[in-house]
């Protein structure tokens, strides 16, 4: 298990960890309800870590 | 009126061409009509995959339950992501046994990993039950989409044959080449028409967003969060859990993995899928701007409330696009499910039975199976009343059954066996089948537990089982037999 490839357990700590407090509609951010905006920003991280993870995995540079 | 449904035949008669088209010059044995003869790049598994994911389900379904529940509607966007996180070290282990062993089916991995056609068999069956529902629903949102389209003049049972006829011999002809052509269509046009509507519509009659949330938390408080019980925390969490693990286990989608190129392509897919997936907000946005401007469909109309909203703000010609989209958005998943079914029975349930039959015979069995199966599907499409959610979710719950014997094949050490996984499975779609049609839940069974339990899905507790018996007879049957063919293995 590489250390690189625990960065994909914050997705899942983001979208279930905080839902506890981000189960909320106040305040508003983007025009979205606080829910919306939780759930969408960790999309986009989700996104953004696994590109780093694809980016600097080093399986991937000995197919090239 | 017409012009909408001009613009609608002209995407069906295009997209039949596309897959005539796509077939010309290949050679159509078994592996070019179904995986593409390996040779998918990104862009075309990407859109192969998004293809599976955009579905009526999502395009009328989605709306429909941003319309009819609110915020648990969230669960839609949350469990494609952590899929395709899962993705990334899933998917390349499979498609690199698949190639080695020229795998061609979902059960070709199975029967291949544990030696035993008859567990092929029992995935097989298990695969086809839950793509009839699945199959069941693309139809029925087919008929609601060219019936809606014709305002009315055609009815949808004529719709859901024109459908039906149009997928059956686009599959037939062009297999798998067909569909991914078409895929490249139908994601822009449906790409450009959920984003416009869902920020349109909210501006259009609420002036923006956040007044057009505010006014829907005025009108329903707590609509816009997740409740306190019934699709509470708990039930969203479990829901997502079930769904991420039952995501790469439709056959149709586990065999589109076969599709790729190189094992690549799914790791870059990893961080590419989100994205694509964020564009499912807009489809919900849709569901909350018909709430207050076309209220009263009630359960299974709200999957109605992206077409009424948009009949009452456009002119037919842009309902034709809509439906268009939408016509797209049931074809390609619609046509990956029949292909998928009528190989899974000739392959692993017929070749199993009559293992002297030829690759020719396979084929061929394959694509006169294809019309068959849509024939079935039909059929419970006319008779299967309102329980179409009940049938997806079980559809759901069903391939999720098969995760556990995936995921310990793919282990080095083969801790389980086949009489493990087949009883594993067994366990899971029984407990499935049961609370299903018996339409128990956690709360029902057992009242006195804590709410957060109650709500849990179901389909958790099958998996439970599932494991538990997974294990169990794993560890009573597991011989030294086993080792052996495991080390041997290993070491070929």
Known sequence: MKPLYLLAIFPVIGFFGGLSFANRVEPYVLGLPFLFFWIILWVALTSVIMAVIYRFDPANKEEL | MAVSLLIVGAFLIFSLFLGLKAKR???????????????FGTM????????????????????????????????ILVYGTLAYVLSYWLLPPIWTYAKEKNLMSQSDFFVSKYKSPMLGVLVSLVGIAALIPYLVLQLK??????????????????????GLITVTVYVMLSGIHGSAWTAVVKDLLILVIVVFLGIYLPIHYYGGFQPMFESIEAAKPGFLTLPDSGMSISWFISTIILTVFGYYMWPHTFASAYTAQNAKVFKKNAFLMPLYSVVLIFVLFVGFAAILKVPGLKGADGDLSLFRLSMQTFDPWMIGLIGAAGLLTALVPGSMMLMAAATLFAKNVYKAAVPSATDQQVAKLAKYLVPVIALIAAFFTFNGGNTIVTLLLMGYSLVTQLFPALLFSLFRS?????QGAMAGIIAGVSIVAYTTLAGTTIGGLFPALPQPVKDLNIGIAALFFNVIFMLGVSALTRSSHVNKAADEEKTA
């Not at chain 2, 010059?25 to 040779?39: I, P, Y």
């Not at chain 2, 809606?148 to 044959?161: C, H, K, L, R, T």
């Not at chain 2, 083969?414 to 086949?418: A, D, E, L, M, S």
């Open chain 2, 25 to 39: 010059g290949k050679d159509m044995d078994l592996e070019q009509w179904t995986v593409g003869g390996r040779g």
């Open chain 2, 44 to 75: 075309f598994v990407f859109l192969l995959m998004a293809g599976e994911i955009y579905t009526t389900f999502t395009f009328l379904g989605g709306s429909g339950w941003a319309y009819g529940k609110g915020g648990p509607a969230l669960y």
């Open chain 2, 141 to 162: 949102g087919l008929g609601i989409i060219v019936s809606e389209a014709s305002y009315g003049a055609i009815s949808p049972v004529i719709s859901v044959w024109i």
């Open chain 2, 414 to 418: 083969r801790f389980v066996t086949k």
